[in-house]
Every structure is written in structure tokens, then in C-alpha cells.
């Protein structure tokens, strides 16, 4: 069975463009979560979706923006870019939110962002 | 501002012996513990989920919960080099399904 499903794996882009990152659940996952690692630190929480709908909304500035189609993949938007989004983007699934208690979330091989 | 502390490392044993890995944290409603193992430029893999107070185990590794002095720890058995990696602790909240991770303990076993 695939894995969660991340692309591109590696991008590289100018200071105030805009990127789209994108990610497959594992099938029959319908929650997608979007976490950002900088260097040296734990994965901080972006968003998650579920069902197509957002349910929750981490600490992050309305330059980042994510949507869930209805075959449960998602894109991650970052606006305008700074130097400071550059990090690692990982996508997590679990089957629901809630399912999380039991099984955890799976992550996917991520997205390596360089803002330059 | 939930936050989950980790001792950053590195953590250094020899080869067989038991490494102990440590996480606090500060909600106390927290419901649902985890630990992340993460190898260097690698995603995290989930390595143990641990939910009531105790012990669990499975093979080398033990996780360990006290919500009552709000900690959660990690035994890895028989250290291997294979183990050397960064540890990450995650936690969700009371309501919430969102992990706040701490920033990891990187642990290196010495052949």
C-alpha cells in the first residue's frame, strides 16, 4: 500500500512568490494535517482538514492556506514568501481526527522548502 | 501556550545498553502521547502511542505516562546503532487532534 504521498520533494523558490505543495493520504484516510519543521525543531502544527473542511488552524500567519479535495488530497498555499518559510512541509493522515488515539498520524517524506 | 519539553542532547549510550528518553508537558488536560523517531533528513515515524498512566510496551521499547507529574518518557532496550536518531515527543490536547511536538532529543548509540 502507498504511503502518504508528498510533492515536489525539494523547492526552490525567490523571496514574495507563492508556492503550492500537495499531498495524498494513505487510502481511506480522510484527515490531512500540514505541519512546518524548521531546523532543529519539533513539527508545528499549520492545519488540518477533514472531510473537506478545515478543523483546526495552527499559529500561522493568512499567507498560509490549505484546501481538501474530495478525494481527500490537499494542497498547502504560502503567499508571498519569506526567508523565514523556509523548512520542511509535512503532510500527516490518519483515517479521522479523532482515530489519531489510536493509530497516531502517519507522515509523509515532506517537501523541502528554500526561500532565497 | 501548550508546550512540550524535551532535553535536546545529545543523549549518548554504548551499544546494549538502555537509552532514556524523557518529554514534560505543560496542558494538563493532555489526552494522547506519542513518540516520534526521526533519522536525519528523514519524516517522523511513529514508534509508540501510550494513553493511560503505565507502562507499554512493544519489543525494545517501553513508553512510560505520569499525568500526574504531567511526563511521559521512552526506554529503548538493547541499543543498536540503528537507533541513533532524534526523538521527537508529541502530545494532543483536551478537544484538540493537533500534535505539539517538542523539539527532540538526539540520541546517538556508540558501537
Known amino acids: 500500500d502507498a504511503g502518504v504521498t508528498q510533492s515536489p520533494t525539494h523547492l526552490i523558490k525567490t523571496r514574495g512568490q507563492h508556492v503550492t505543495l500537495r499531498c495524498s493520504p494513505i487510502s481511506g484516510h480522510k484527515s490531512v494535517s500540514w505541519y512546518q519543521q524548521v531546523l532543529g525543531q519539533g513539527p508545528q502544527f499549520i492545519f488540518q482538514y477533514y472531510e473537506k473542511e478545515e478543523r483546526g488552524r495552527g499559529n500561522f500567519p493568512d499567507r498560509f492556506s490549505a484546501r481538501q479535495f474530495p478525494n481527500y488530497s490537499s494542497e498547502l498555499n504560502v503567499n508571498a514568501l519569506l526567508l523565514g518559510d523556509s523548512a520542511l512541509y509535512l503532510c500527516a493522515s490518519s483515517l479521522a481526527p479523532g482515530r489519531a488515539y489510536d493509530y497516531g498520524y502517519t507522515f509523509g517524506s515532506g517537501t523541502r522548502l528554500t526561500v532565497v | 501556550q501548550k508546550e512540550v519539553e524535551q532535553n535536546s542532547g545529545p543523549l549518548s549510550v554504548p551499544e546494549g545498553a538502555i537509552a532514556s528518553l524523557n518529554c514534560t508537558y505543560s496542558?494538563?488536560?493532555?489526552?494522547?502521547f506519542f513518540w516520534y523517531r526521526q533519522y536525519s533528513g528523514k519524516s517522523p515515524e511513529l514508534i509508540m502511542s501510550?494513553?493511560?498512566?503505565g507502562d507499554k510496551e512493544d519489543g525494545r521499547f517501553t513508553a512510560q505516562l505520569n499525568k500526574a507529574s504531567q511526563y511521559v518518557s521512552l526506554l529503548i532496550r538493547d541499543s543498536q546503532p540503528s537507533d541513533s536518531a532524534t526523538y521527537l515527543c508529541a502530545v494532543t490536547g483536551a478537544g484538540s487532534y493537533q500534535l505539539t511536538f517538542g523539539k527532540g532529543t538526539k540520541l546517538s548509540v556508540i558501537p
Open positions: 496542558d494538563r488536560g493532555s489526552q494522547s
Open positions: 501510550i494513553y493511560s498512566n
